[in-house]
């Protein structure tokens, strides 16, 4: 069974930091690429930053530079480095995985709440 449960995330004051994790087992981790998404009341669930199984990266450009996304292969563990918050970047973000070989797997997580906030 896939599980990919996300932590970190909580209320934040805007300029403030945060470090989102996403543990993942039940896949082989180190050959998916794992990607952050972010969904905001009444909005589309936007893809916000992933890393392939070789650690390339890459961002929306949002983000660019204030976020960092890094994966822990021994852990399973994907991670996402906030920096320098908005309060528009309140919204659940998410973790999911995906694999193309001869057909496409892929997984999400349950998703953590990030609040930006004075």
């Known amino acids: 069974q896939v599980q990919l449960v996300e932590s970190g995330g909580g209320l934040v004051q805007p300029g403030g930091s945060l470090r989102l994790s996403c543990a993942a087992s039940?896949?082989?981790?180190?050959?998916?690429?794992m990607e952050w998404y972010r969904q905001a009341p009444g909005k589309q669930r936007e893809l916000v930053a992933g890393?392939?199984?070789?650690?390339?990266?890459n961002y929306a450009d949002s983000v660019k530079g204030r976020f960092t996304v890094s994966r822990d292969n021994a852990k399973n563990t994907v991670y996402l480095q906030m920096n320098s918050l908005k309060p528009e970047e309140s919204a659940v973000y998410y973790c999911?995985?995906?694999?193309?070989?001869?057909?496409?797997?892929?997984?999400w997580g349950q998703g953590t709440q990030v609040t930006v906030s004075s």
């Open positions: 999911y995985a995906r694999l193309l070989t001869t057909q496409q797997y892929s997984y």
């Open positions: 890393i392939t199984g070789g650690s390339m990266t």
């Open positions: 039940g896949i082989i981790f180190s050959i998916y690429t």
